[in-house]
């Protein structure tokens, strides 16, 4: 017998009570415009989203439509030839505003969506709620020369940590080798002038917006720091807070902050440190000229690294460790000096000619500070490296230290640099130990670096947590003897202690205030063989 439609139909077998709800039967038609208006609804939201696509589908139809296939290959020669000539006169314009897009969408479409769901799932992003699959959201693919940044909208519930920790799942997953995640936008606003600045400032704040809930997926797709990098220009004038050392990944120039702050490069034997010291010391050679900088260099290896700059030097030691801390004892000393002459006056010390910054250069920390034999010079050089860590940098009396072992036991101090830089390293804990707590799990291999990349390395900045890989200029032996003998140090660059005797404020005198008199703390019976023998208890 048929059941009645609509009706709530129960039957019972036993102590078993099954209820079956209502059904509501559509009819067709309806059902098919609902499909019909879901899906129009879906395709002009689509082209609301991506307008360029759909501008440039309705003019190849009216072209084709008015004038045939002609009325198709005419533009496409014309846009290929503008397109070569706008590479060959500005490239980086060309990948920024007509390659990149145009690869990006490409590759977002072909290659990352294809394997999207797979890739989420295997690696351990995709949650699930009510019983269904969640997955992450990949918004955009912004593609350059050598990177695509991978735009993605976080399920509810995740940080950018999840994604830090499967860094490397991830560039394997999609077939690359080299991935960060950055939980901001990882390249910064650009600096806009002329006529259309304030238009262009509206727009790149919409564009740098933060947005909590969006995280970047840099992948390597070109690895642009395998050919050795050439030595930049040495600037007239430095600019101490974008000095130019290395190449980035995306082919940018990476530049170091350097006022106001201590710089430490950890890295194994022969993994190119001394690629990162002569890359500073090159950019800082105009200063060096003018007297507006001043190098200190304490090389413990004999002089193997760098006597064969020393005409470049204000000061240099690297035979006798005594003289090394003596070298240390005088930094303190302009320090202090600084310290008094500026007390109420400026919180950052701006180098002038009068009054350089100096930078001590320390090629291996580590003979300082933990292989010297002996301890009570040990224990003095590391009282001067502790105190113009935590008080030189606002008097610019700058350390710039170079180590293999980055043990706490061998740099106690290691902490007290906002600049680190980490080149090859031999174990996955030292990753930690020079860039801070986290820094491999946000993308920073230093131990998995290969061969050939020595002078390759992660930098991170005071108060940027993601680390960037870069390769720094290789500064050759002839190099090196150019920079020596066309910008030697000032005939008076070792003389900067005559500056201490400057005026300044003197530091007040005290009086010393009366101790109180204390009986001694000796039971009466000694205390009266020691007056019997004339001896005067204190």
């Known amino acids: 017998m048929r059941r009645p439609r609509g009706e709530v139909l129960m039957t019972t077998a036993g102590d078993l009570l099954v209820i079956r709800p209502k059904r509501i039967t559509l009819p067709r038609w309806l059902v098919v415009l609902a499909l019909v208006l879901r899906w129009l609804a879906r395709g002009c939201w689509w082209c609301l989203r991506h307008p360029v696509t759909v501008a440039l589908a309705v003019l190849a139809v009216v072209l084709y439509a008015d004038h045939g296939w002609p009325g198709l290959v005419v533009p496409l020669v014309l846009a290929s030839a503008v397109s070569a000539v706008w590479r060959w006169r500005h490239e980086s314009s060309w990948w920024r505003w007509c390659a990149g897009p145009l690869l990006g969408r490409f590759r977002q479409v072909f290659v990352y969506r294809r394997a999207w769901h797979e890739v989420m ?92 809930t969006v995280v970047y997926l840099v992948l390597v797709r070109t690895d642009a720091l395998r050919p050795v990098v050439a030595p930049f220009d040495a600037p007239a004038v430095p600019d101490l807070t974008a000095l130019p050392l290395a190449r980035r990944e995306d082919l940018g120039t990476w530049s170091l902050h350097l006022l106001a702050t201590h710089v430490l490069i950890g890295g194994a034997t022969r993994s190119g440190k001394g690629s990162v010291l002569w890359s500073l010391v090159r950019s800082l050679t105009g200063g060096v000229t003018s007297g507006l900088v001043r190098l200190w260099v304490i090389d413990p290896k004999g002089g193997m690294e760098f006597a064969m700059g020393r005409p470049m030097f204000a000061r240099f030691a690297c035979k ?107 174990e996955a804990s030292q990753v930690d130990m020079v860039l801070g707590d986290g ?100």
């Open 320 to 426: 006798s460790f005594e003289a090394m801390a003596d070298l240390l004892d005088e930094a303190v000393t302009v320090m202090r000096e600084r310290q008094v002459r500026l007390a109420g006056t400026v919180r950052v010390h701006a180098p002038t000619e009068a009054d350089p910054l100096v930078v001590v250069v320390i090629d291996e920390m580590a003979a300082l500070t933990a292989y010297l034999q002996d301890v009570d010079l040990r224990k003095r050089i590391a009282g001067s490296l502790g105190l113009l860590l935590s008080q030189g940098a606002g008097v610019g009396v700058l350390v710039v230290a170079a180590l293999q072992d980055p043990r706490k036991e061998v740099l106690p101090f290691r902490d007290l640099f906002p600049t680190r830089i980490a080149l090859g390293l031999t």
């Open 121 to 212: 799932t295997l690696c351990g992003l995709a949650e699930t709620y009510d019983h269904r699959p969640v997955l992450p959201e990949l918004l955009r693919v912004r593609s350059d020369q050598a990177l695509d940044v991978l735009t993605i909208r976080m399920v509810r519930g995740q940080t950018p940590s999840d994604f830090q920790q499967v860094t490397a799942n991830l560039a394997y997953a999609f077939g690359r080798r080299h991935a960060r995640v950055y939980s901001e936008r990882p390249d910064d606003p650009p600096t806009r002038t002329g006529y259309w600045a304030l238009l262009l400032g509206m727009a790149d704040r919409v564009r740098f917006r933060d947005r909590p």
């Open 439 to 538: 820094a491999r799990n946000r993308g920073a291999l230093a131990d998995q670096m290969p061969r050939w990349a020595k002078g390759v390395g992660y930098v991170i900045l005071d108060g940027t947590p993601e680390p960037m890989r870069v390769r720094f200029s290789y500064v050759t032996d002839d190099h090196i003897r150019d920079l020596a003998r066309q910008y030697p140090a000032p005939a008076d660059a070792a003389d900067i202690l005559a500056q201490v005797s400057r005026e300044s404020t003197p530091e007040p005198v005290r009086r010393s205030l009366p101790r109180p008199h204390r009986g001694p703390l000796l039971p009466d019976a000694l205390r009266d063989i020691l007056d019997a023998d004339g001896g005067e208890p204190r």
